[in-house]
């Protein structure tokens, strides 16, 4: 398959910061992914969607590691994926991850949380640490739990402490994985905010989301996907109004009732 | 507004009021297990009047004139029944610490074996976990015996396992060094080893909060606990006299023998508890959930580092409360003792009740001492996991 | 547009096979024995381990075994001595049982393995069960003892074998349980003076060794009772295994009663039933049901404290088996007897550890959201 749509940038063609090539993976005898091809560039906001079972969370997941992949190659920050242990710590570096059920560290307060990496993978000293911490948290606009435990803090707060917490290590690209789908609905939005404001200052994000309202306030691509396949990729206003396939269009009918 | 006068609710009649009437049962409850103790107790007086059996503690200062098979401590038949039990104790507290030790060791390794992604290996140390999980102690310490005492010659036939290491039916014989001034000094550069190991660490932290460097203190303390002695004995020229043991006559001379009781107490309980304890381990990794170990994987953290930080101090609250008990189990598994005939505190109490006839004393002794170790181990687990519990709203 | 363009849609890649290096016989081999450095030292080290082990037992347990004999001399050899259990296999199961009579114990075990077996299926619990119980203990009682419809009277030092440790542990069980759940509500009852008493007795309980309970039992019962009243030996030990089971029991039943949420008991009393009747219908079912996996341990557990009886002189199927190996004739056999009497115990425990962890998957199907 020949590359996919590019994104539309503003500016001149941005260069690509991650590239998926006919990625293959199978559990067992189970074919989950199927000729993925993907580009995202530089400063690139993708959105993933699709019906449960197709394959979105393996495919963000394989992009730092989590899961691994049969076939294809996949080049992250201009570092090839493969086995080589050097080449997947220093994409994890640089590749930030926000998960669906938080996966805060519960025996290390918030502030620790944040410090963890930044202290332990990129050596900085404990004061440096904290200032970024104590910085990121402002971001996230909850400075004031610094000292708690992630225990005791409600679920939209915890989904902000690791986004901060993923920030800290100052990454170039950011996937997250249905962020929103643990939180109760009154605490979505905040998540949301967070996740338009670092949009809107040129970070690089592939999220996998239901939440159709910010893919179109944020997204530069869409991609849906079904099965194990890329079906169809377009800038939101394009997908939204004109899906051009059957299975698209009866995904979007079925999440866009209300 | 009319003001309302709210009247003062009655007192409820004696019979019905439930302060008075808590306080009438709980006297009742009092009372008739009061009354039921006193019987008890009456009956024992007049039963043991009747034998002619003394009563009161004061059998300890008298004479034990029974021979007791091994002990830690010097004891000979003249001693005091006093000295017996202590010698009993100090079995009972030998043995069971080493086995607590060992068992910790196997089963770490067991428990860990079992969530290994090689198959053969988890299959194997699952085996070992049912088998022996599901066998009752006692059929195991027997077997065990048997096996060192039946199946073993007698020490003229004695199986060469290693070049000094034989196995006969007295037992395991093995060399010991004889003792030199070097291992005093090795003993105490090896504490000398610690010392400093834990000043390098509040270094090595100090200077990583400082500059971010990170600083290898395990290996470094490995090195100076280990390296240390290793110099002195070089230093005084590798003096290393061992005290083989050789065949003279009947038994062996030289050297140091694990008796077969011994040996089968201690490779029974070890075997035994280590089961419990893999499966403790195993349920304590698997407490942390996996998406633990994914975010500190996402953040970067090397698999040492994500043990280390993230998933050890989470596993190991889950798996100390029921390690201690398992500790506490294996202690009083220990009395299982007398069936093989390992002099352990409930084995020489027992021989002293049979003696003295005085059984009401003696297995108050031993209870008293097991409670005491009982609740010296719930204390300890208490503090700590009040210590570490996980702050939630 | 509305209509399905057949041409825009990207066709389905042929369904592909995944790689023959990770999948099949070969796949299954690398990624589960030799994915990594460490993992294949480890693989032939236990092959190695398997190797040198399981050839020499397979040798001594069946090749080179010696299936009849007549006596021990003409036993001993390489392999294990099987002759030695066949002939005394009806000594190891049933003692010193009157040898025609041993029909009666044989019933008695296959009425109490099929009492429990009926009681681990769900469908058959109700009224009928709780009646089935007593009666089948009834039964055991008259098999067991006689004196009655002509069976022979058998005095309980005779009962021996595989009957004597079911019955201290069925027995032993279904008598603690109530106390225990006496013992529970008392831990977490509100007045101090039962609350006291109850924790002390759980404590000093658990915190001794088992043997201490029995030799208690066996020594100092006589010493409690009144002139004249004498107590079987049998009977002390199933008092020591039900004061023992008790205090264990309690703390798996105070488990379930912590686990009852403070709403149930608001609702009780809101609709006015006072604590017994509280804790009859509305607390103590729903306690005991989430604890029904622990409690299965737990008798896994007394099953095997039954073989501790042989301190104290009774012949439970541990004590029967050493006492086999006394015959002059067959000397030197242990591992044999050893093996096929761990086999019993194994079986039973084995199979009611699997049910329990079956139970478990079942009942928290229940409880997943």
Not at chain 3, 26 to 34: H, Y
Not at chain 3, 289 to 303: D, E, Q, R, S
Request: hydrophobic share 50%; aromatic share 10%; proline share 6%.
């Amino acid at each position: 398959m020949s590359n996919a749509a590019e994104a539309m940038p503003v500016q001149a063609p941005a260069p690509s910061i991650i590239e998926m090539q006919a990625v293959h993976k199978w559990y067992g005898e189970f074919h989950v992914l199927k000729d993925i091809n993907l580009v995202v560039g530089r400063g690139e906001k993708v959105v993933v969607c699709g019906p449960s079972g197709s394959g979105k969370s393996t495919m963000i997941r394989c992009i730092n590691r989590l899961e691994e992949h049969q076939q294809g190659r996949i080049i992250v920050a201009g570092i090839e994926l493969t086995s080589d242990l050097k080449n997947i710590e220093a994409i994890r570096r640089e590749v930030g991850m926000v998960f669906q059920q938080f996966n805060l560290f519960p025996h290390l307060t918030v502030l620790e949380n944040l410090t963890l990496a930044p202290i332990w993978v990129r050596k900085m000293p404990k004061k440096d640490a904290e200032e970024t911490a104590r910085y990121y948290l402002e971001r996230v606009k909850i400075p004031e739990q610094a000292d708690k435990y992630p225990g005791q803090l409600s679920g939209g707060q915890q989904q902000r402490v690791a986004i901060a917490r993923s920030l800290c290590m100052k990454p170039e690209i950011m996937l997250f994985d249905e962020p929103t789908s643990a939180l109760d609905p009154e605490m979505i939005k905040e998540v949301l905010d967070v996740m338009v404001e670092l949009a809107q200052e040129g970070m690089t994000m592939v999220c996998v989301t239901h939440e159709m309202g910010f893919a179109r306030t944020v997204a530069d691509m869409m991609v849906f996907m079904d099965r194990g396949e890329i079906v169809e990729r377009a800038p939101p206003q394009d997908f939204f109004a004109n899906p051009k396939s059957e299975r698209t269009r009866l995904f979007l009918s079925q999440i866009l009732a209300h | 507004m009319a003001v309302q006068t709210v009247a003062t609710p009655s007192r409820p009649a004696p019979w019905r009021d439930p302060k008075i009437r808590a306080i009438a049962v709980q006297v009742v409850f009092v009372a008739v297990l009061a009354a039921f103790v006193a019987f008890l107790v009456h009956n024992t007086i007049v039963n043991l009047r009747r034998q002619n059996i003394a009563t009161g503690f004061g059998f300890l200062d008298r004479e034990a004139a029974f021979g007791i098979g091994e002990s830690l401590i010097p004891y000979s038949p003249a001693d005091t029944y006093a000295r017996a039990f202590l010698v009993g104790l100090v079995n009972t507290l030998y043995v069971s610490a080493l086995g607590i030790v060992l068992a910790t060791l196997l089963g770490t390794v067991m428990g860990l074996a079992r969530l290994s992604s090689n198959w053969l290996v988890a299959k194997l140390a699952a085996i070992y976990v049912e088998t022996f999980r599901n066998i009752p102690l006692a059929l195991q310490l027997l077997f065990w015996w048997a096996l060192l005492r039946g199946s073993a010659p007698p020490p003229r036939e004695a199986w060469e396992l290693l070049p000094g290491v034989f196995i006969s039916n007295r037992g395991i014989t093995f060399p010991v060094p004889f003792a030199e001034t070097a291992y005093f000094w090795m003993a105490i550069a090896f504490a000398a080893g610690l010392v400093i190991t834990f000043a390098v660490r509040r270094w090595a932290k100090r200077r990583q909060e400082r500059t971010g460097q990170q600083f290898p203190t395990g290996w470094a303390g490995l090195g100076l606990a280990l390296g240390l002695p290793a110099i002195v004995f070089l230093g005084y020229g590798l003096p290393l006299r061992l005290d083989v043991p050789a065949l003279r006559g009947f038994n062996f001379a030289g050297g140091t023998a694990m008796s077969p009781e011994f040996g089968a107490l201690l490779i029974g309980l070890v075997v035994y508890t280590g089961t419990f304890i893999a499966e403790i381990v195993r349920a304590g990794i698997l407490a942390v959930s996996w998406g633990q170990s994914e975010a500190a994987m996402a953040l970067g953290l090397r698999p040492g580092q994500r043990m280390r930080l993230v998933v050890l101090p989470q596993a190991l609250r889950v798996i100390i409360p029921p390690m201690t008990s398992e500790y506490l189990s294996l202690t009083k598994n220990s009395s299982l003792a007398v069936i093989i005939g390992y002099p352990d505190l409930v084995s020489i109490a027992n021989t002293t009740l049979n003696q003295t006839g005085q059984a009401v004393e003696g297995i108050a002794m031993i209870m008293a001492v097991y409670l005491a170790i009982s609740l010296l181990i719930s204390l300890f687990m208490n503090l700590y996991n009040r210590a570490v519990a996980l702050v939630e709203r | 547009m509305a209509d399905i363009d057949i041409a825009e849609e990207i066709p389905l890649p042929a369904q592909q096979r995944p790689p023959v290096v990770t999948s099949g016989v070969i796949g299954w081999l690398r990624a589960n024995l030799f994915n990594s450095v460490f993992n294949t030292i480890l693989t032939i080290l236990a092959v190695y381990l398997l190797v040198m082990t399981v050839p020499p037992l397979i040798r001594w347990a069946f090749i080179d075994a010696v299936w009849d004999a007549p006596n021990g001399q003409a036993c001993r050899g390489e392999g294990a001595c099987w002759a030695f259990i066949g002939e005394k296999w009806r000594f190891i199961f049933f003692g010193r049982f009157p040898y025609d009579a041993q029909w009666r114990p044989l019933f008695v075990v296959v009425i109490i393995i099929g009492l429990v077996l009926a009681s681990c299926d769900r469908r058959l619990w109700g009224r009928r069960l709780m009646l089935l119980w007593p009666a089948g203990l009834v039964v055991v009682g008259i098999l067991m003892s006689g004196g009655v419809f002509g069976l022979r009277y058998v005095p309980s030092e005779y009962w021996s074998g595989l009957p004597l440790t079911l019955i201290l542990a069925v027995v032993g069980m279904l008598f603690a349980f109530p106390f225990a759940i006496l013992l529970a509500l008392g831990r977490r009852s509100n007045l101090p003076a039962v609350r006291v008493v109850s924790v002390a007795y759980i404590e000093l309980v658990r915190g001794v060794p088992l043997i201490t309970v029995l030799f208690m039992a066996s020594v100092m019962l006589p010493l409690f009772l009144p002139e004249g009243v004498t107590i079987d030996k049998l009977l002390r030990a199933q008092v020591a295994f039900i004061l023992f089971a008790a205090a264990y029991l309690a703390e798996v039943v105070r488990g379930g009663l912590q686990a009852i949420p403070k709403g149930q008991i608001e609702a009780a009393d809101a609709l006015g039933l006072g604590y017994w009747r509280r804790t009859r219908l509305i607390v103590l079912p729903q306690a005991l049901a989430m604890v029904i996996p622990p409690l299965v341990n737990n008798f896994i557990g007394a099953f095997k404290n039954t073989s501790l009886v042989l301190i104290i002189g009774l012949f439970d199927l541990l004590n029967t088996a050493n006492t086999a190996l006394t015959d002059s004739n067959w000397q030197g056999f242990a591992s044999e007897t050893y093996v096929f009497v761990a086999a019993i115990y194994f079986c039973f425990c084995f199979f009611m550890s699997r049910y329990s962890q079956r139970l478990e998957r079942t009942l928290n199907r229940g409880h997943r959201r």
